[in-house]
């Protein structure tokens, strides 16, 4: 007996990928059910071989399914994920809604699956930002060996971090600036994001910073130790898929950098490139549609007494998104539901 799964936001980025993970990680499905808005009734999407009829998240009844994993922006979910959980189906959400909630468990599987037992408190888990996801799997295994003190990280981040209408922004702005007529203005991004870079995402804090930089900063200290002093800019950058940041770490104690590429190669949901040589590391095309969060550049910062720095990349629509929310429901099924 498998389990019967709802995907709620089944015609959007992340929806999308959750289907194809749920079916290249053979996850046990009865059933699965794929939502959206009333305006995509009908759309069809793909699930392993098999082709889903969208049905409308607004009238939709969550009772007899096992799970929902939701991926609507914070405002449809606010609606919605509350209806879901009172049936007695585990939500597992994407949207920033809940994540900062102390009852409710913000999981990264490889780094604090045990937080899963809280899943009860409610009936909703948390699935992380896309940035701070790839990140925390780096630092577990490297704070566990040598303690973190601080963080400073730089993001890379792509478009589809911003949706559909991101995608689409960069694509149409890219094409119309080579035709005379078709200029496409800002519009999802504060500028133009064709041959730019951004310093912008989510709003103004009064400090200065940005959303996405505070989510940073509270979303490590939850997940992983509320001791680590994060400081974090985050960028925008005219790439499709797959976020990149530059980490830079100050520990407690001395790491070595080859003891800390040692690590980091034992370590779950982590592959190591890192050859000091022309293209000896990862780039974002190259992990589009992969699990893994990629490590190259790992050397030591002499700056500091107990220093390193680190490439980080990975597919945010995957490790960043959809597949950390299969991840959180494979763990909910063998800890707690224990069908199939
Ligand atoms: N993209 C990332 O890297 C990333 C990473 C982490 C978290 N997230 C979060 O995941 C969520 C989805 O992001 P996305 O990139 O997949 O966005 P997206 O491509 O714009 O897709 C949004 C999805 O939500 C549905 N939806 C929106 N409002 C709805 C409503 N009122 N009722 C029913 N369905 C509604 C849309 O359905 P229609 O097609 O019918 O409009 C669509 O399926 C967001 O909360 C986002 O912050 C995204």
């Known amino acids: ?56 998240l607004d009238t939709f009844d969550f009772t007899g399914w096992d799970m929902a994993l939701f991926a609507v922006g914070s405002s449809a979910t606010k609606t919605y994920a509350p209806k879901a959980a009172a049936a007695g189906c585990v939500v597992i959400d994407n949207s920033s809604l809940y994540r900062y909630e102390p009852d409710i468990p913000l999981i990264v599987p490889e780094v604090n699956p045990d937080a899963i037992e809280a899943y009860s408190n ?85 400090d200065g910073s940005t959303k996405e930089e505070w989510k940073m900063v509270a979303e490590t200290k939850k997940i992983v130790d509320t001791s680590i002093k994060v400081t974090a800019t985050c960028v925008r950058v005219p790439v499709f898929v797959g976020h990149s ?25 982590i592959m190591v490139v890192d050859k000091r040589e022309d293209g000896g590391y990862v780039t974002p095309v190259e992990c589009v ?29 995957r490790k960043g998104a959809a597949l950390n929310a299969v991840q959180i429901a494979e763990l909910l099924g063998n800890r707690v539901l224990k069908k199939g």
Not at 35 to 52: N, P, Q
Not at 124 to 152: E, F, G
Not at 298 to 314: A, M, P, Y
């Open 122 to 206: 409610r009936n909703i888990i948390a699935n992380p930002n896309c940035s701070t996801a790839q990140m925390v799997v780096a630092l577990k295994p490297l704070h566990d060996r040598a303690r973190i003190k601080r963080v400073v990280v730089s993001t890379y981040q792509s478009v589809s971090g911003a949706g559909k209408e991101g995608i689409d922004e960069l694509w149409d702005q890219t094409k119309g600036m080579y035709v005379p007529g078709q200029e496409v203005e800002p519009s999802k991004f504060q500028k133009q994001i064709a041959f730019n870079v951004i310093p912008h995402i989510d709003v103004f804090l009064d």
């Open 245 to 269: 940041e530059a980490i830079n770490i100050e520990f407690e104690d001395f790491l070595d950098e080859d003891e800390a590429r040692d690590i980091l190669r034992e370590a779950p949901g």
């Open 1 to 56: 007996m498998g389990y019967r799964v709802v995907v709620a936001g089944a015609t959007g980025n992340v929806g999308r990928e959750m289907l194809n993970i749920l079916a290249e990680r053979q996850f046990p499905v009865d059933e699965v059910a794929a939502l959206a808005s009333r305006k995509s009734l009908g759309t069809e999407v793909s699930f392993g071989d098999k082709t889903l009829k969208t049905q409308d």
């Open 289 to 317: 549609g992969d699990f893994a969060t990629f490590i190259s550049r790992i050397r030591q910062d002499s700056t500091i007494e107990n220093g390193l720095n680190l490439w980080c990349v990975s597919d945010n629509l």
